[in-house]
């Protein structure tokens, strides 16, 4: 018996999937196996993407955490999620081949929180613990940075003196870090915000379009991994709109039953997702009865980054 057709159209939320520093990061990998050979070594996942980090080790690349995994004279690779001050130096000393695949927008925060320590400031770091990108930034000072992941948590900050200054990992909720930066600018009114959001322009866009999305769909499928933060924000977004979303790694995570009574599916994927896993759920969605399949207006991108000295190109568009 045929399975009762439950989706009428698809809307994709534009834009969606891959962003420029996702996109450089998987490159240089990418370039370093081609040039360099096999086995390239990889600190943490390059992103935070089962697909994409399964189909690099096929590749060659091997993951690690501890440079005690990278033998001596390996090509080293840092994720595009930054890391430590100390992680950096420690690997130049070790004298390993190193590319860094950090996204700019990322090394731009490194770059300011030096400048300011320089001058004198404690930094509040606007941020979930744990995540890679956080320990990177914080990893850039010693000390006087002090990390905040709620409203509630400005007040027990207590900085060494009044000269402040905040920064945001660049994948969290607009609203969210919009909340905590109040909250922020409340209890110390002299805080030095960074001259442009450190939030990235790929967060903010896709944030956007599911805002635009959510309000005319039933239901929004996140392509994404768990481990992803900016797919998760595109999860909790739709929610804070009414709008039941769930975040999926594949088309095989899709239950029929998400769309028992939501004929109009709204789809988007995080910055770290690629296009064929779009794809891909799309024509499951095909599957379970949809009629068409709807390309949203929306921001059109066209950032790119270079790729690192020594590994040659432009990188892609």
Sequence with gaps: MNAPKLIGEVLLAEPRGFCAGVDRAIEIVERALEMFGRPIYV?????????????????????????????????????????????REEAARRGFRVFDATCPLVSKVHMEVHKLAREGYDFI???????PEVEGTMGQ??????????AQDVARVQPRSDKIAVVTQTTLSVDDAATILAAVKQRFPQ???????????????????????????????????????????????????????????????LKPEWFEGRPRVGVT??????????????????????????KLDGVQEHVRFPLPRGLGGAGRV
């Design 43 to 87: 600190r943490h996942e390059i992103v935070h993407n089962t697909y994409v980090v399964n189909d690099l080790k096929a590749k060659g690349a091997i993951f690690i955490e501890e440079l005690d995994d990278v033998p001596a004279g390996a090509t080293l690779i840092f994720s595009a999620h930054g890391v430590s001050k100390a992680l």
């Design 269 to 294: 994927a995080g910055a770290s997702a690629p296009d064929i896993l779009v794809q891909q759920v799309i024509s499951r969605l095909r599957e379970l009865g949809a009629q068409s399949v709807r």
């Design 141 to 150: 000072l010693g000390e006087g940075i002090y990390l905040v992941e709620s």
């Design 191 to 253: 805080v030095r915000e960074p001259k442009k959001q450190d939030i990235c322009y790929a967060t903010q866009n896709r944030q956007d379009a599911v805002k635009q999305m959510a309000r005319t769909v039933d239901v929004v499928i996140v392509v994404g991994s768990a481990t992803s933060s900016n797919s998760n924000r595109l999860r909790e977004v739709a929610e804070r709109l009414g709008t039941p979303a769930h975040m999926v790694d594949s088309a095989e995570d």
């Design 125 to 131: 770091m606007i941020g979930h613990k744990g995540h």
